[in-house]
C-alpha cells in the first residue's frame, strides 16, 4: 500500500527513479485503495528551489468524486458504531507513526513547498499535536446528564457523528492542515474525504498512508486531489454531511455559501493580515527578533504571520534596527543548513508578490528593505524573495489592505495605544495580533478591546496549542466553530438531547393530562 509518489518524491525528482522518463503520480484514495485516476486533466508539483518535477497529480473527475463520497458513507454504516477505545487506539498508533516517520516527511514537505527543513518538522508536529489531542476523545465527546429534571424524568444529551465529511486545504501546510481536519473527524465518529492542495499533496499523502497503517478501515479516510470542480462537487454532494475548508478569503467564501446553500455545516478559516503593536517600553531585542521571524518565516506564507507592525510613540525609531535584523536572514533552499528564508510556494505566487511590492512603491510607500532581486547560488531558478520591509505606509495603501503572503512587512507609525487598537480593529481580517509590551495594564487593555480572535502578549504568532480551539475571526472566518480543540468536536458532531422517563410498574396516580406542567 503505496502512493508512488509521495514514496519516491524525497528524491530530488522522480523521472529519475522511476527510470521511466514520466514523473510519478499522486493516487487517489478510495475505499481503502490508492488508486490511478482516469482523468485527463493533471498538473506538476514542482521544487520551487529547483523547478524539478517531483510527481504529478490529478483533477479527478466528479464521477470520482462521487465514488469516495459513496465509499466514505458505506464506511460511516460500521465506522459510527466502532468503540471509541478502538477509534481511540487508532489515534495512539497514528501519533507514534508521524512521529516516527517526521524525518522523511519534512524532506518531502521541504521539496514540494520550499520552507526549512525545521519548519517543515514544526509543521508536522503542530498537526500531530492535534492527533494526540485526539486520543482524548473518550472524556471530549461526552454528553451531559442531568437526573429528575421532574418527576422521574432524566435529561441526556449524545454527541453523534455526522456522517461524510470532507476537507479541503491550502498548501501553506499540507501536514498541519489536514491534520488538523481528518483525525478529529475521524475519531469522532466520521468519515472523510479529504482534498488536499494540488500544489503540494505528496507530504500529505505519506501522511495518509500512515494513518492506514494505524488501523483506519477501509472507506472511512479518501483522498480526491483536484481544483474547483473538485471542491464544487464535494460542497455538492447530497452525502457529504459537513465541510472544513482553510485556505484564502475568495474561495472560503465560495465554498461556505455553496456548501451551507447544499444544507452542510461549514467552517472556512480565510486570509489575514496580521498586526504586530510595538509599544516603546517593549523588550527592545526580543520584540525585534519576534517581528522579523513572524514576517519572513516561512517566506511569510503562514495565515498568521505578521505582515503588519504598527510602532507606537516612540517606537517608531526602531525601524532601523528591524530592517537590520532582517537583513541578517539567509535565503536559501529550505534542505540547506541554516537557511531562515525559503522560496515561495510558486513561479505564480512570486509574481503576485513583486507586482504587490511594485504597487507599493508606486503608492507612495517607502521601501525601507527591498527583497525583488535577490540572487542564491546554485538556485538559480528558485522563486526566492527576500524579506522586504515598507515604511510609511498608510491605510488606503493596497500593500496594506491585501494580504501580500509573501516576506514583506508594511510598517505603520501611530501615537498611542488607543489609535493603534482602533487602527487594528477597522481592519476586515481578524486571525492574530501582537501586543509587545511590558505593561500589565496595557495589555490588559488590549486583550480586552481588540477586535481580533487569537491575541499574543509579547507572542508573534498565537497559534493556540490543540487543548484550545483555533479562534480566528471576523474577515477571517466564515463559520461559528474553529478547527480543533472542543469547538471541533461541537463542529464534528450533531448534539441529540434524550428526555426519559421509566416507569417501576403500571400504576397511574394522575391520568390524562392536557395541560404543560409546572414543574
Ligand atoms: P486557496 O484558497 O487558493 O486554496 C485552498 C484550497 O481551495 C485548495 O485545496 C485549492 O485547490 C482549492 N481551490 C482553489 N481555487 C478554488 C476555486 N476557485 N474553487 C474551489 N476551490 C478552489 O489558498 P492557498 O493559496 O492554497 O492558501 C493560502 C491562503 O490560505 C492564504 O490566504 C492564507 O491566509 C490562508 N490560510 C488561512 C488559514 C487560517 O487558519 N485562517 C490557515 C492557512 C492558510
Redesign the pocket.
Known sequence: MSTIASKEASKESSRDVAGSGAPATVKLLINGEFVESKTAEWREIVNPATQAVLARVPFATVAEVDEAVRSAHAAFQTWKDTPVGARMRIMLRYQALIREHMPRIAKTLSAEQGKTIPDAEGDIFRGLEVVEHACSIGTLQQGEFVENVAGGVDTYTLRQPLGVCAG??????PAM?PLWMFPMALVCGNTFVL?????DPLSTMQLVELALEAGVPKGVLNVVH???DV??ALCTHELVKAIS????????T??YRLGSEHGKRVQS????KNHAVVLPDANREQTLNALAGAAFGAAG???MATSVAVLVGAAREWLPDLVAKAKTLKINAGHEAGTDVGPVVSRAAKQRILSLIDAGVKEGATLALDGRDVHVPGYEQGNFIGPTVFADVTTEMEIYRT?I?GPVLVVLSVATLDDAIALVNRNPFG?GVGLFTQSGAAARKFQSEIDIGQVGINIPIPVPVPFFS?T?SRG??LGDLG?YGKQVVQFYTQTKTVTARWFDDDTVNDGVNTTIRLR
Not at 168 to 173: E, G, L, R, S, V
Not at 269 to 272: D, Q, S, V, Y
Request: charged letters at 15%; proline letters at 7%; a positive charge.
Open positions: 479541503i486545504t491550502p498548501f501553506n501546510f492542515i482534498k488536499p492542495s494540488e500544489q483536484g481544483g474547483k471542491v464544487d475548508f482553510v485556505g484564502s478569503t475568495a474561495v472560503g465560495h465554498v478559516m480565510m486570509g489575514a506564507q503562514r495565515c494580504e503572503f486571525n483555533f480566528g477571517s472566518k478547527p
